[in-house]
């Protein structure tokens, strides 16, 4: 019987595909995955027939390096297909040659011809098997390396985000452009919430230099009590609106937080999670990392789980520390609590069921559960901030600073005196004083759609038949104290009486305290 040698594979190609995954081994070895672990499934379907603008959305996101990926994918893609037609001709030839040794057995092996016959049909299944089997691993080594490229892939970006590096305004909060305050005419040192805070004894830069290094801090007295006076206003309003307190840990495997978004290094190598070491024992198992929001805990509460439909949305509020091992460049805009190791943040995540209306939208854009979510999110923090009394503008934020994660963003950036900076020496600008220096970033809220709940396995239990599905996730700060505690600090200043006004809806849990100092 005739043996259908399977089609091999190019030297090139195959030498691609080995030294593809020495570099995989190489790059994933930092994030140990057990096999417990939720498996994670990107849409490769989707990416091979949007090949162009998956292409394109890396260019649009700072991925331009990974550009050619949603190509190799199809490429790959349509080499596994090639295998496995050519293995159905080998796979029959086995059950006939298996076939043939069965009625040749049956007949019984009394002549030496038949003895050879039966050795030449068990040499044919042989050689059959073993190719089967080469093609087979060449197939297996080509699905994992399409499944590493698709996870390597940003999130596709909503319609609603500016393509480029510049946001798109919304709207103002407690500011009117025509009317400024009246301190963004000067640069007064004096208003820095570390001269504030320091002068007011609310916090300590010098002991946590001392006891934990730069980076750190101690809130003291009121500043304390700040802190936990936003901690309890911004749960009270998510509260308020039907979303469920968690607290959730600070500690987490160290591939979930992968799966979330957040990388161990960012593209420019700089170590970004906290890893925590592990005993020469315990090497062999999962790595924990210190999380750098609650978001990821939140996150992987279901993770390889299931959640029923007649449960979405699912709305959680949590407050919890946070850990960043970046802190940015120094420099006086980020003196102070600006820009941290450590920190307290309350976290919004929720879960919003997988509807399409458009089975043209592949960017979700017009999905009414999950763009509601979204904006009652939107609606809380600027509940939040507006009860407050800061002075905020809200932003469309540009795909050139999106996550991987996220496929929309909207940044609210409070006024911070502080951050008030001459404007660098131009035509007709020189000795001037920069407004834009002075926002800064307060909040955020993202749109993730499926591409968390993909690499964590989470999934909807369907009902009626309906297949199980993936659920979409949208995130955003509630509050995140240090930025918020010095914008209050600085906004709330009153240089005449040297006391800090304090916010009325702060006031039932500062003990109706309405300033911070002596008059």
Excluded at 419 to 444: C, F, H, N, Y
Excluded at 451 to 471: N, W
């Amino acid at each position: 019987m005739a043996i259908t040698r399977l089609a091999q594979p190019a030297p090139r190609w195959i030498s691609y595909i080995r030294r593809s995954f020495s570099l995989s081994y190489r790059r994933n070895s930092e994030v140990f995955r057990p096999p417990t672990a939720p498996k994670p499934v990107p849409d490769v379907k989707l990416i091979k027939e949007n090949v162009d603008v998956f292409s394109q959305n890396c260019v649009d996101r700072n991925y331009a390096a990974y550009k050619e990926y949603p190509h190799r994918i199809r490429e790959l893609s349509n080499d596994a297909a090639r295998l496995v037609e050519e293995l159905k001709t080998p796979r029959k030839q086995i059950k006939e040659v298996e076939k043939a040794i069965a009625q040749l057995a049956s007949r019984g092996l009394a002549s030496d011809e038949s003895k050879q016959k039966l050795a030449a049909l068990r040499e044919d299944a042989h050689k059959l098997k073993n190719a089967s089997e080469e093609a087979l691993l060449r197939k297996d080594h080509i699905d994992e390396e399409i499944q590493r490229l698709a996870l390597a892939l940003p999130n596709l970006t909503s319609l609603s985000t500016p393509v480029g590096n510049e946001p798109r305004l919304i709207q103002y909060i407690n500011y009117d452009p025509e009317r400024p305050p009246s301190w963004t005419k000067k640069h007064d040192a004096s208003r820095s919430h570390v001269e504030i805070g320091t002068s007011l004894n609310l916090m300590d830069f010098t002991s946590s230099a001392t006891s934990t290094g730069w980076g750190w801090y101690y809130l003291i007295n009121e500043g304390a009590l700040l802190e936990q006076a936003l901690i309890q206003y911004s749960l009270n309003v998510a509260l308020r609106r039907g979303w469920k307190a968690v607290s959730p840990p600070s500690i987490v495997y160290s591939y979930l937080q992968e799966a979330c978004g957040y990388q161990p290094r960012d593209q420019h190598n700089e170590q970004q999670v906290w890893h925590i070491e592990q005993s020469e024992k315990d090497k062999a198992k999962p790595q924990r990392s210190l999380a750098g929001t609650a978001e990821i805990p939140l996150a992987a509460m279901y993770a390889g789980r299931e959640i029923d439909e007649a449960l979405l949305p699912l709305k959680f509020v949590g407050p919890s520390r946070c850990y960043r091992a970046e802190a940015g460049a120094r420099g006086v805009d980020t003196k102070g609590l600006y820009r941290v190791h450590e920190f307290t943040k309350v976290e919004l995540f929720a879960w919003s069921d997988n509807v399409k209306t458009d089975p043209a939208d592949i960017t979700y854009a017009k999905s009414a559960p999950l763009n509601g979510l979204f904006n009652e999110l939107l609606e809380i923090q600027l509940e939040i901030l507006t009860s407050l009394g800061l002075p905020c503008r809200v932003l469309e934020m540009p795909t050139g600073d999106l996550g991987a994660s996220a496929t929309r963003k909207r940044d609210i950036e409070a006024l911070f005196p502080s951050r008030l900076r001459i404007a660098e020496q131009q035509s007709g600008t020189d000795g001037k004083l920069d407004l834009e220096t002075a926002w800064g970033e307060v909040t955020s809220a993202s749109i993730c759609t499926d591409y968390q709940s993909r690499r964590l396995g989470t999934r909807v239990r369907g009902r009626d038949g309906k297949k199980p599905r993936y659920p979409h996730t949208v995130n955003g700060t509630a509050i995140a104290v240090p930025r918020v505690l010095a914008a209050i600090l600085e906004n709330g200043w009153d240089e005449k009486r040297n006391v800090v006004v304090i916010p009325e809806v702060l006031r039932p849990w500062m003990g109706g305290t309405e300033t911070i100092g002596t008059n």
